[in-house]
């Protein structure tokens, strides 16, 4: 089944302690992105990758990392976690940038940060 | 950057209904897609629809892109339809952030029994 998958799906954790989400698509998508959703702000893009080694980033990438070391693969990293980067995460993935591909989203991940 | 509107922003229905929303948007677009997010926070893909007209069971969509706006429509409405739907473009601005998906606010429909 094509799919993008996201672990973990729920995370309480506390302020300062590394973690990262991972997402993972078996579509051999060249496009992936992150977005966090957030009550009154709507979804926004963190970071995008077009391809393996290419990353950039989106509209609120402060306090994130990311890497695309496979084609499959893109985790999202919060090096050190502060409760305003609690909200609802989500990982998507399309077959080739440039916006003229159907997008697909993860499961998302609600992440609580005390 | 390109705005994208939704309405309306609360919708509620008694089952069996019919409904319209709506999504206009403010420039030409590559992309546009509706989504319904479940209770469970779940994003889940309804259309791929840059242009025309496509249905899947109870519900439709239909794109006119020269007009800037999409329209979903969803007949005979079941409790299990209640949620958000969403809204989202991918602009044709080339200055804009490759791939970068707009989402609307929403709209927030409730179907009662």
């Known amino acids: 089944e094509a799919q993008v998958t996201q672990n973990p799906r729920y995370l309480i954790t506390v302020t300062g302690k590394k973690l990262t989400v991972t997402c993972s698509q078996n579509?051999?998508?060249?496009?992936m992105s992150w977005y966090r959703q957030d009550p009154g702000l709507g979804l926004r893009q963190i970071y995008y990758?077009?391809?393996?080694?290419?990353?950039d980033k989106g509209d609120v990438p402060e306090g994130y990392k990311v890497s695309r070391k496979e084609k499959r693969n893109f985790p999202l990293i919060l090096e050190s976690p502060s409760p305003n980067q609690t909200s609802l995460y989500f990982c998507?993935?399309?077959?080739?940038?440039?916006?003229?591909?159907?997008?697909?989203f993860g499961p998302g991940t609600r992440l609580t940060v005390l | 950057g390109i705005q994208v509107e939704q309405s309306p922003p609360d919708l509620i229905l008694q089952e069996g209904a019919n409904s319209t929303l709506r999504c206009n948007f403010s420039?030409?677009?590559?992309?546009l897609q509706w989504f319904h997010q479940n209770p469970w926070g779940q994003l889940i893909n309804l259309f791929y629809?840059?242009?025309g007209t496509k249905q899947n069971g109870r519900l439709s969509a239909t794109t006119v892109a020269t007009e800037r706006y999409s329209l979903l429509y969803i007949s005979s409405s079941q409790t299990t339809d209640s949620g958000v739907y969403f809204c989202?473009?991918?602009?044709?601005?080339?200055?804009?952030?490759?791939?970068?998906?707009?989402f609307g606010r929403g709209t927030q429909l409730t179907v009662w029994p």
């Open positions: 998507a993935s399309s077959l080739a940038p440039g916006g003229y591909n159907e997008q697909f």
């Open positions: 579509m051999n998508h060249e496009y």
């Open positions: 990758s077009m391809n393996v080694e290419v990353t």
């Open positions: 420039d030409s677009v590559n992309n």
């Open positions: 629809i840059p242009s």
């Open positions: 989202a473009v991918v602009t044709a601005d080339r200055g804009s952030t490759l791939g970068r998906l707009y």
